[in-house]
């Protein structure tokens, strides 16, 4: 596989993971008690805003890979 045609495809796999990491994220969330305090919901909201980096950096790098000479 060329590396555009990685770039093509790892452009459309980043954009799809955010939005399944955003939609669980979501999800998650809507399952915690109302009355929690504050601070918690500032680590959950850091955690899962930087949660998707992890995935994408993956994405990235499998992108970067050059091109083999056969």
């Known amino acids: 596989m060329t590396q555009r045609n ?11 993971s955010i939005f399944i990491w955003a ?3 979501t999800s998650i969330y809507l399952t915690f008690p109302p009355d929690l305090p504050w ?5 959950y909201f ?7 980096v992890f995935p994408a950096g993956v994405i990235i790098r499998w992108m970067a890979k050059p091109d083999v000479r056969a």
């Open 6 to 16: 990685r770039k093509l495809i790892g452009a459309l796999l980043c954009v799809a």
């Open 23 to 25: 939609s669980l994220a």
């Open 39 to 43: 601070y918690v919901l500032i680590a």
């Open 46 to 52: 850091v955690v899962a805003g930087m949660g998707w």
